[in-house]
């Protein structure tokens, strides 16, 4: 997040390519506070071999996020191959880095011809759905929500997988929450008012988004809502 917020206005002005741990390391190292720093770690080998060591439990989370951010100067292959050739010095290394699946699945060439341990999270079965909508609404009202909410996740389903993702799970059952009418929001699978990667998140960003339009009364289709949200991202970022 440190690095996203800080290089979103000055990638142009990164002279180096990132191509191992430490040079990631050393250009985070550029836009923290250095006082609570310990500051040997920023002599390379010093680095190194506290990663190599198992002293250090290193964790990069957004892998896919550095890469998309730094784009030609974030090199995939040499990253990683640093990474394994520091384990292979002591096979100590604790080194763990989270990205979407569409980022693995994309960089998979790479990813198999270098070997790296790649962990796929599941999502909500219907069990764990049910679980989750009772801890969150509790006994009272847990009857009142559930049937609803599972009556809106059979449009998101993963056909593949037979499972949901527990971010959805949440924005469902916050849509639910302020309003219990599950007419109030159509899950809506054919956009064609604008581009989009015709993905789950994709179809309920317009269904809540065409949802609020209904609610407020508001004068502007799903489209303008999308372009509004487009300019103030140019404009001002995430």
């Known amino acids: ?10 990638i142009d002005n990164i002279s180096l390519t990132i191509d191992s741990i430490f040079d990631l390391y050393n250009l985070y190292l550029k836009y ?14 010093i680095f190194n071999l506290s990663i190599l060591s198992g002293n250090i ?11 998309g951010l730094l784009k030609e100067k974030f090199n995939l292959n040499n990253f990683v191959k640093s ?12 080194i763990i880095s989270t990205a979407r699946d569409s980022y693995w699945n994309k960089e998979k060439d790479t990813i198999n011809q270098i070997y790296v341990d790649v962990k796929y999270l599941f999502g909500f079965d219907d069990e764990n759905v049910n679980k989750y909508l009772e801890k969150r609404f509790g006994k009272d009202v847990k009857e009142k929500y559930i049937q609803k909410v599972n009556i809106l996740l059979k449009d998101i389903i993963d056909k593949r997988t037979k499972q949901y993702l527990p971010f959805y799970v949440n924005l469902i059952s916050g849509v639910i929450e302020t309003n219990d009418d599950i007419n109030s929001l159509k899950i809506n699978h054919s956009i064609k008012e604008y581009y989009h990667n015709e993905e789950v998140l994709d179809f309920l960003i317009y269904s809540i988004l065409n949802r609020e339009i209904v609610r407020h009364s508001f004068s502007i289709n799903v489209s303008s809502f999308i372009e509004i949200f487009l300019e103030l991202v140019a404009n001002h970022g995430s």
């Open 32 to 45: 923290i506070d250095t006082d609570v720093m310990n500051f040997e770690l920023n002599n390379k080998n």
């Open 1 to 10: 997040e440190i690095l996203k917020n800080a290089l979103k206005d000055s």
């Open 83 to 94: 990474l394994v050739d520091l384990n292979k010095q002591l096979g100590e290394c604790r």
């Open 57 to 67: 439990i290193l964790i990069i989370d957004g892998l896919d996020e550095i890469a």
